[in-house]
């Protein structure tokens, strides 16, 4: 939409951005895969970390992006040696001597005699040779060539490495192309340390930028961007040079500061420098890190932009590795990623960002104090999402309507009616109730107060408390269930816990949502018990401390089924073990194995106790082992209960379909 200045608005397609109009980002599949990791046992930041790394709507995840810049960084590792320059400063050293001598030989003139005497006694190492030649008289011009042929090339590297693209700006460079050079550097001291002093230096880098522009091929927008480049660079070229071998090291770092000080930029390039590392200490300065190895020699300058472009792709992968403290996809630096996979990755990138952002804007997960938790619609949809896994293999039909024969407030009508009595909260039966007015008011005189027809001729009716009835329904009675769910640390090393949480959380599900009139309580135990609600389940893990307090979880189970004495109780046990646990008189936990008598003997009474109140318990034992299948058979004996011995993956079928028959309850036959 575009205003017109005195003639309206004009309508036209969106160009600004992402369609402000599209539909909401959808986040189901994404909620669903979170769901099957989180019901799997995981946490819910662990959850989203798998999601991220898979990707998902066909976008590439983190893991494929990292494989792929890996694979450029592998490519990068071979792009060649590190010592181009120095061979080939050596080989046109060779070169000239070679020529020199060939020039002096045939001369007997002392003095060519004298010359030989002195290129004989020139040092060993090359930084040394070419230093120590700098005034001497060559005779042979194809010497002269070769040796002035060094000190362009060394210029022309020295500078490359500092600053990209700069061989090929200075190929051919006249004294005055140099004094260029030497005023860009000496202006870019001066805007670096005032950048490093926190001045506004917006006009000085934007005069700094028409002046020397053409030194930055880059182009860079602000000076944040100049000097992260600058300084990436530098600090490549010390992880370059800390790259070669000592000796190469030693007199490539002697012809780069020969270089730089016939050059006269000794001083600005060292201020230079320690300007960068003030603008940028994040970086590796001086780091000994990976360093190209390839056949091919490489320039100083070929050679920096090499490690650098290494140094980048290693900062990138582990960017989206994501493995450390306070890892975030914000981490992700979009030029990097652009420069090495293209445009396709950055856009693969905001997708998964635009998935984590959606997640939280619309309420699936909330984050406090650094901490991510689902939100209680996260928790709903897993524990939908869980239910609908049970019933994919569960035949439900026919199951869950324990009906019985008193009429009641809820459930199917009838056809009948009776007498309204106090209390009632059964809708009127309408027609039933005037019939009843106009039998008892037939016979009966009327009031000369009361007209007995309405303006338009109709009768008048007068009903009175005694009419009132009210449709029959069949009611349908409550259950209360306890759900208690094994949390010792022998569920995680079986691999249970997963399809116990999985369980719980489709048992939840299908109690609150298909049968509300029920009531249901989850309770962990391992050591002691705890009630859980299910936000807290869906992030739970398995308790790390000895114990299995089955005790301790039925006492709670009893308090629950007492506030809901009208209900069915029903109380589903889901463990791995034999009891190792329980309370002492004044509430102290002990843990003993082999399970010791006492420990038996009060699950045992708390079994009773439970039996007394009328509830039906019943047992998912996840290991056959005998000791725990003959205790289990035991209290179940003594509750009217039953055992089952569902496979893991079977668990939440057992459970759901074991519910759906219990409720019927025995109120019911």
């Not at 102290?588 to 006492?598: A, G, L, S, V």
């Amino acid at each position: 939409m575009v205003r017109r200045p005195g003639k309206g608005y004009r309508y036209g397609r969106w160009r600004g951005g992402p369609d402000p109009l599209a539909p909401p980002y959808d986040l189901g599949s994404a909620v669903d895969e979170i769901g099957d990791s989180v019901l799997g046992g995981s946490g819910v930041r662990e959850a989203l970390r798998e999601l991220l790394r898979r990707g998902m709507d066909g976008r590439r995840g983190l893991d494929e992006l990292r494989r792929s810049v890996r694979d450029r960084l592998r490519q990068a590792r071979t792009a060649g040696r590190m010592d181009g320059t120095l061979q080939e400063v050596r080989e046109l050293l060779d070169r000239a001597l070679e020529a020199e001598r060939r020039a002096l030989f045939p001369d007997p003139d002392d003095a060519a005699r004298l010359a030989e005497a002195e290129l004989d006694a020139l040092p060993q190492d090359t930084a040394g040779a070419v230093r120590a030649l700098k005034d001497y008289p060559f005779r042979s011009a194809e010497a002269q060539q070769a040796y002035d042929q060094i000190q362009d090339l060394l210029r022309r590297e020295v500078l490359d490495s500092s600053f990209a693209n700069m061989k090929q700006a200075l190929q051919n460079a006249t004294e005055q192309d140099m004094q260029a050079v030497k005023d860009m550097v000496a202006d870019l001291s001066q805007l670096l340390d005032a950048h490093n002093r926190g001045e506004d230096t917006d006009e000085q880098f934007r005069e700094f930028m028409e002046k020397h522009g053409q030194f930055f091929p880059d182009d860079p927008q602000s000076v944040d961007e100049l000097v992260d480049s600058l300084a990436r660079r530098a600090a490549a070229q010390e992880r370059m040079m800390a790259g070669l071998s000592p000796e190469q090291r030693a007199e490539l770092s002697e012809l780069m500061a020969q270089t730089m000080s016939d050059l006269g930029l000794a001083s600005e390039m060292a201020h230079l420098q320690d300007a960068l590392r003030q603008a940028r200490p994040d970086l590796p300065w001086g780091q000994r890190g990976q360093v190209p190895d390839g056949e091919q020699a490489l320039g100083l300058g070929d050679a920096t932009s090499a490690v650098a472009e290494l140094a980048d792709l290693e900062a990138l992968s582990n960017q989206l590795s994501q493995g450390y403290a306070g890892a975030s996809l914000a981490d992700v630096d979009e030029e990097l990623l652009e420069q090495a996979l293209g445009r396709e990755a950055v856009d693969d990138l905001a997708a998964l960002r635009q998935m984590e952002r959606e997640l939280e804007r619309q309420g699936y997960l909330n984050r406090s104090d650094g901490k991510l938790e689902l939100s209680p619609k996260a928790v709903r949809r897993l524990g939908a999402t869980a239910l609908r896994r049970v019933f994919a293999t569960l035949d439900a039909t026919g199951r869950g309507e324990h009906d019985v024969a008193d009429a009641g407030a809820a459930g199917e009508l009838t056809g009948g009616s009776r007498e309204w009595q106090f209390g009632d909260e059964q809708p009127l039966d309408v027609v039933r109730t005037v019939r009843n007015a106009v039998l008892r008011t037939a016979g009966e005189p009327h009031a000369v107060s009361s007209p007995p027809t309405t303006p338009t001729g109709h009768r008048r009716v007068r009903i009175a408390v005694e009419d009132f009835e009210v449709v029959e329904t069949e009611r349908r009675t409550g259950a209360a269930v306890a759900l208690l769910v094994d949390l010792s640390y022998s569920m995680a090393l079986r691999g249970t816990w997963g399809a116990a949480k999985s369980t719980a959380m489709a048992l939840h599900s299908l109690v609150t949502t298909r049968f509300p009139q029920d009531a249901i309580q989850i309770i962990g135990f391992s050591s002691t018990a705890q009630v859980l609600r299910p936000e807290t389940l869906a992030e739970l893990s398995v308790d790390t401390l000895q114990g299995t307090n089955l005790q301790h979880g039925l006492m709670l189970a009893r308090r629950f089924l007492a506030q809901h004495r009208d209900a069915e109780p029903v109380v589903l046990v889901v463990t791995d073990g034999e009891p190792t646990a329980h309370l002492e008189d004044d509430g102290t936990p002990y843990f003993c194995w082999p399970p010791m008598p006492e420990t038996i003997a009060k699950t045992v009474a708390e079994v009773e106790r439970v039996a007394r109140s009328g509830a039906t318990l019943n047992v998912f034992a996840l290991d056959p082992e005998p000791g725990l299948v003959h205790f289990v058979h035991d209290i179940t004996a003594r509750a009217g209960g039953r055992v089952f011995t569902p496979d893991s993956d079977r668990l939440g079928e057992y459970v759901v379909a074991d519910y759906l028959r219990t409720r019927r309850g025995r109120r019911s036959r």
